[in-house]
């Protein structure tokens, strides 16, 4: 299947502080990449979708102020999380679609990104 | 009421046992079906995706989509330990759109 990274996996800072992770598709293109965050045992709950050239659409209740999504190019989004407090500690997950060689838009997951703000 | 619903378990099985996770959903929209299968601190990873109803078969795993019901299955032959995982059913009504995922199912295949 196609590769999606997520850069870091895991990071810890301090309250206050702005963290940025990478989602990248390493083997193909995607117009449109979809962040997730999920919680200890829980599913995932979609935050916001990225796309590329345009402004991120965000699901309701998430603050598009707090988490800055930008979407560069076809293979790069990041995902800022600006001023970050412990209750955004979290697992945060991108993915994106692959409609390339014949593909009908399986949905590929990174590998995540487990921030803990202390 | 949810638009996916899956039974969150935890379900424990014997090794070599048939594994049987389901998911219902209520919106007639949906026309695209993946099971993921997610290791503790990793990321979803995609086992099966269809797009009709009936059957899809990939190795152990057996996809079932009854389109007329509502109602996904995921069937593990010959389960294994390597198996055990939380197994997480997602629905989208368009290619490549967001996901709607179910809880998810703790599986835990026993030695």
């Known amino acids: 299947g196609a590769v999606v990274s997520q850069h870091p996996s895991r990071v810890i800072c301090k309250s206050g502080t702005s963290v940025k992770i990478e989602c990248r598709s390493l083997d193909f293109q995607a117009t449109t990449m979809f962040w997730y965050r999920q919680f200890p045992k829980q599913s995932l709950m979609l935050m916001a979708t990225?796309?590329?050239?345009?402004?991120?659409?965000?699901e309701q209740g998430v603050e598009k102020d707090k988490f800055l999504i930008n979407h560069a190019s076809l293979t790069l989004s990041t995902l800022t999380v600006t001023s970050a407090h412990p209750e955004d500690s979290s697992f945060y997950i991108c993915s994106a679609p692959d409609f390339g060689g014949g593909t009908t838009g399986e949905l590929f997951f990174g590998e995540g990104s487990r921030l803990t703000v202390l | 009421q949810k638009e996916v619903e899956q039974d969150p378990g935890p379900l424990s099985v014997p090794e070599g046992a048939i594994v049987s996770l389901n998911c219902t959903y209520s919106?007639?929209?949906?026309?695209?079906f993946m099971w993921y299968r997610q290791y503790s601190r990793k990321g979803p990873e995609l086992l099966m995706y269809t797009y009709s109803s009936g059957n899809k078969e990939d190795g152990r795993f057996t996809a079932q989509v009854d389109k007329s019901s509502k109602y996904i299955s995921l069937f593990i032959r010959d389960s294994q330990p390597s198996d055990s995982a939380t197994y997480l059913c997602?629905?989208?009504?368009?290619?490549?759109?967001?996901?709607?995922f179910g809880q998810g199912t703790e599986l835990s295949v026993k030695p």
């Open positions: 997602a629905m989208n009504d368009n290619q490549g759109g967001k996901l709607i």
């Open positions: 919106n007639s929209a949906f026309q695209y």
């Open positions: 990225s796309n590329e050239g345009s402004k991120a659409t965000y």
